[in-house]
């Protein structure tokens, strides 16, 4: 994100940092989906917020390249979001928009990007609250941003399916033939009626791979978990060569 609010973020930071609020809230805004595709053809993307809580909650906005660390100023993300800041009352909704600022040309055009976007929330806080010295509870959440440029062959929702997996001695090799990133969640393999769970949660780039080691080095097929564009599980069973 190329504009940031740098004086309001540490303003607030610096505001509770140096109070003591209990049990206000909890990490009740969330965002509608675990993920945001953002076509490069969009003018802009609406992204929707919810507050399922019964107080009134603030939110502040940012996206980064690859920061899990990262402030409103630090941001570096080619994107705006409007508003930055905002507020949402208890079991009340929000939507703010999300522009990209960069240049496509700056970026891949065979293959999806991938950036992060990232809200805080923390509590409305009334006067009353700050005199009784109660904890307020800050919660920063992140989630992927797909920038998809124009023209990419194949179908998203089918990447899962088009995996090229291999045994090479004791290695399990998972490669992305596709212009698209693969969200794995775990996978299983199995032999017979024995399963055993192999990798860990990873992302496969477009064009990119991840080996895994084999826990059974005789099993027969391999069942792979994804998240797809909706954030729902899928999964695809392979047969593994020997």
């Known amino acids: 994100m ?45 992204v929707e917020f919810s507050n399922n809580g019964d107080t009134p909650m603030l939110v502040q906005v940012w996206l980064d390249k ?34 990209f600022t960069g240049q496509t040309q700056q970026l891949p055009q065979d293959r999806e990007s991938v950036f992060w976007f990232n809200y805080l929330q923390y509590p409305a806080i009334k ?55 693969i969200s794995l969640r775990n996978a299983l393999l199995t032999r017979g009626e024995k399963s055993r769970a192999v990798g860990q949660s990873v992302m496969i780039p477009p064009f990119g791979d991840t080996r895994w080691v084999l826990t059974d080095p005789v099993a027969t097929s391999v069942t792979v978990y994804a998240m797809n564009d909706y954030g729902t599980a899928v999964s695809h069973t392979f047969t593994l060569p020997r």
């Open 127 to 181: 006067s009353s609250d700050l005199a009784q010295n109660r904890l307020a509870l800050i919660v920063k959440s992140r989630l992927k941003v797909f920038y998809r440029p124009p023209g990419l062959r194949g179908d998203a929702g089918q990447a899962l399916t088009q995996l090229q997996v291999q045994r090479k001695g004791n290695m399990l090799t998972l490669q992305n033939p596709t212009p698209w990133h």
């Open 2 to 46: 190329l504009y940031t609010n740098k004086c309001c973020f540490i303003a607030v930071m610096a505001f509770l940092s140096s109070i003591f609020i209990s049990n206000i809230a909890s990490s009740s805004v969330i965002l509608k989906g675990n993920r945001i595709i953002y076509s490069a053809d969009a003018k802009d993307k609406v």
């Open 66 to 99: 690859n920061n899990p660390d990262s402030t409103p100023d630090t941001a570096d993300a080619p994107f705006i979001v409007t508003p930055q800041i905002f507020r949402i009352n208890a079991l009340n909704g929000h939507a703010l928009r999300l522009k």
